[in-house]
């Protein structure tokens, strides 16, 4: 679930699965290391894309055309 309802509590949403890439102490990854690192926090690959989407757009990362991402 990306954002939280009366069902699901915000700890099991993206937006709270979105702080584990925003913590991790690096510049600038590729987004396979990335994943490889932050894997055991997510419980598929289409929740960790979903945090790599909503950071995007919240402007706290930036992805080049060569897959890496560096935070802003």
């Known amino acids: 679930m990306i954002i939280p309802n009366k069902s699901v509590p915000f700890k099991k949403t993206v937006m709270h ?8 102490d ?14 055991t926090k997510f419980s598929s690959m289409d ?3 979903y ?3 909503l950071l995007y757009v919240l402007d706290k ?5 060569f897959g890496l991402v560096k935070k802003c």
């Open 17 to 24: 699965k979105m702080l584990v890439i925003v913590e991790l």
């Open 26 to 39: 690096f510049e600038e990854m590729a987004i396979s290391e990335l994943y490889k690192k932050t894997k």
């Open 47 to 49: 929740e960790f894309v």
């Open 51 to 53: 945090s790599l989407d």
């Open 61 to 65: 990362i930036t992805i080049n055309e």
